[in-house]
């Protein structure tokens, strides 16, 4: 089993520009979510989903949407980046919510310059 | 609001001493979950350990323990005679009520040989 897959691993974009993070889980797992990590900030929690088809906001969802079109992929897009959007976004999944452990995708390196 | 302090940003120590991360929690659930996370300097996060509310039980795994008091909302990790392997960044992270994991701003460990 590969797990959680994020695409892809590194990107630059200029400021204005958009693209789509794609995640995808083969653990048959209800949650997703995406994180961002900061230096000195940890990991925070941008947008959710407890199924296919919904999608919920968490700590820091501006500047960013999401969608749940099928199970085992979580889509995460930025329509018009800008450089406060420089982060390495984690994609994690679990099998349902609270006690569930999440397991994490390799993570992805976006810069916007 | 749920949330997790680890007020330690970073740690440095010699191959073979021990070390404490220390994490300190805020929530108003009564049960809730704990846990802790790696990040070693490859980058994905690593399940450490999860515990629920309801058991206070130190638990030991080969060189690391856990001390869980709900007295003073603490979840502190130790690291037993400790290696150049275990330098990474460790997250404590909370969830209760169902909700998403929130996270600590970690805890940079670096092990010197």
């Known amino acids: 089993n590969a797990g959680v897959t994020q695409t892809p691993k590194f990107r630059v974009l200029k400021t204005g520009q958009s693209m789509t993070l794609l995640c995808a889980q083969d653990m048959n797992h209800e949650y997703m979510y995406w994180y961002r990590q900061d230096p000195g900030m940890g990991l925070r929690l941008i947008h959710y989903s407890v199924g296919e088809g919904t999608t919920a906001k968490g700590e820091v969802p501006d500047g960013y949407n999401v969608s749940r079109l099928k199970k085992q992929n979580f889509l995460l897009g930025l329509e018009s980046a800008a450089p406060s959007q420089t982060s390495v976004y984690f994609c994690?999944?679990?099998?349902?919510?609270?006690?569930?452990?999440?397991?994490f995708g390799q993570g992805t390196r976006l810069t916007v310059v | 609001a749920q949330k997790v302090t680890q007020a330690q940003t970073e740690i440095s120590v010699v191959e073979k001493e021990d070390v404490t991360l220390d994490c300190v929690y805020e929530?108003?659930?009564?049960?809730?979950?704990l846990f802790w996370y790696k990040q070693p300097p490859s980058g994905e996060l690593v399940f450490l350990i999860r515990r629920n509310s309801f058991d206070e039980q130190n638990e030991i795994s080969g060189r690391y323990s856990w001390n869980f008091q709900k007295s003073t909302s603490s979840f502190n990790f130790t690291i037993t005679a400790s290696q150049v392997v275990d330098s990474a960044v460790y997250f404590c992270?909370?969830?209760?009520?169902?909700?998403?994991?929130?996270f600590g701003k970690g805890t940079r460990l670096s092990v010197i040989a």
């Open positions: 994690a999944s679990s099998y349902g919510g609270t006690p569930n452990e999440a397991f």
């Open positions: 992270a909370l969830s209760g009520g169902n909700t998403p994991l929130v």
């Open positions: 929530t108003r659930d009564t049960t809730y979950y």
